[in-house]
């Protein structure tokens, strides 16, 4: 596996791919592994756990320069990150316990009827290169918490990344087995899924890898959990507070350079309030700094990949060709690395591929509606439904109109966000099944009913 530095174009490091039978290996390792884990209280599980937090919090600097040095997130967001990956640890290291309490249930006179919730064994994580390390701790924070072990296939492009998120729960005492990085290509993935010591699946990624793995898996019987793509709606109404919605919204679209399943990507702004809006949105947009990624200035560093970024110019120059108008940005920027500007669209053709595809980076498409009506109208006219953000100063009317919109979290005069705290996932094309929370942690885990007579 080369790892291409994005800010530069340069190849910076090669890691050598597992092979079959060093696969066969980690397999091995999970199965005697959670033989023993399962079995450790989880106050134990949990003291680990708030060790590793303690972990990422002492080398949050060298985690984060590797995330930027693989995938180009700004330093300061790459920060960031890892201590939000604390955050997650030290929430379950809380609330596990609470969490996976038995839960009684109303029985007949002299019986006693109980849920059990008890770990599944091996869970395979399929994990995406954007929030390298976030990605990766949302689900084993609480799937290891609740006895299971994990196995990490991680994006190609961030291999450092995955090894030193294995060296974090290393160095926190987790045993040997308990969490395991294959380096493996995307074509072995099939082939652990249907491994026997494979008890459950999850992926945070595309729509064709997510229905991939969701095919093998539902072929051998095997449970999954899918966080899939988003072409989120960011909805002004014509009571907002345009100053905040547009500082908020331009950040929300080009937060880790619009690199974000949850990122806002489609402006749906009340005619009232359009002009407005679209100027102070295009101002905030064009004040981002765009530069290198070890740069604490910098608010933009380059696209991930260049595959990536030409796929996302090609959407952009296709819709423009359709019709859409080009207010800011929308070509590469003519310097070494893989960088594109922050771009806002309007005028867009219904359609194009701005408008029914997701864009994955720094492009914003801004429409004009009448009312509020054509405003849920037009956000639910996606495949997608992941997350959503409504604008108005009235709270009563934010939350009626949450209540219309489909998909999995709704933020109110703020962008979305995934919260330790709260559930996270979509519906539609999406994904299915939740992160997070109660919710998260007993997604990987048996309901085991104990009716005792």
């Known amino acids: 596996m080369d790892v291409v530095d994005p800010s530069t174009g340069t190849r910076i490091e090669t890691y050598e791919e597992h092979t079959e039978s060093d696969v066969t290996e980690a397999l091995d390792h999970s199965t005697e592994a959670f033989d023993d884990w399962r079995t450790r209280s989880i106050r134990d599980r949990e003291q680990l756990l708030e060790t590793a937090g303690e972990v990422l919090r002492d080398n949050k600097r060298e985690y984060a320069e590797t995330m930027t040095r693989e995938m180009g997130k700004p330093i300061t967001q790459a920060i960031a990150e890892v201590e939000k990956c604390a955050w997650v640890c030290d929430h379950y290291a809380e609330y596990a316990s609470t969490y996976l309490d038995s839960n009684p249930h109303p029985s007949p006179p002299g019986s006693t009827v109980k849920t059990e919730y008890e770990p599944l064994g091996p869970v395979l994580a399929v994990m995406p290169w954007n929030f390298p390390f976030w990605q990766v701790f949302r689900f084993a924070a609480p799937y290891l918490t609740a006895g299971n072990v994990g196995l990490l296939k991680h994006a190609s492009n961030v291999p450092g990344c995955a090894l030193a998120i294995e060296d974090v729960f290393r160095e926190a005492g987790y045993p040997e087995g308990v969490f395991q990085s294959l380096l493996i290509p995307s074509e072995l993935v099939d082939d652990v899924i249907a491994d026997d010591r494979v008890r459950a699946a999850t992926l945070t990624g595309s729509g064709p890898a997510g229905r991939a793995v969701a095919a093998t898996a539902g072929e051998h019987l095997k449970k999954t959990v899918l966080e899939l793509g988003g072409s989120d709606p960011f909805i002004v109404l014509n009571d ?38 679209l100027d102070a949105f295009v101002d905030e947009v064009e004040s981002l700094v765009v530069g290198t990624p070890m740069d604490e200035e910098t608010d933009i560093g380059p696209q991930a990949r260049q595959d990536l970024m030409d796929e996302l110019h090609e959407q952009v120059a296709e819709s423009v060709a359709a019709g859409a108008t080009v207010v800011t940005g929308g070509e590469p920027i003519d310097r070494k690395g893989i960088f594109y500007p922050p771009t806002v669209l309007t005028d867009v053709p219904e359609g194009c591929p701005v408008d029914s595809e997701e864009t994955f980076g720094p492009v914003a498409t801004v429409y004009e509606v009448a009312d509020e009506d054509e405003a849920i109208s037009k956000a639910n006219d996606t495949n997608f439904g992941l997350g959503a953000s409504i604008w108005t100063e009235n709270r009563d009317r934010g939350e009626r109109i949450a209540g219309h919109i489909d998909a999995g979290c709704i933020y109110v005069n703020q962008l979305v966000k995934s919260d330790p705290r709260v559930p996270f996932g979509g519906v539609k094309d999406s994904g299915y099944g939740r992160e997070l929370s109660e919710a998260g942690i007993k997604e990987f885990v048996n309901r085991k009913t104990v009716w005792v007579e």
């Open 240 to 277: 907002a507070d345009i100053v905040s919605a547009a500082e908020t919204g331009a950040w929300a679209r080009n937060l880790n350079g619009g690199q974000s399943c949850i990122a806002a990507k489609r402006f749906i702004v009340h005619t009232d309030v359009y002009d407005d809006f």
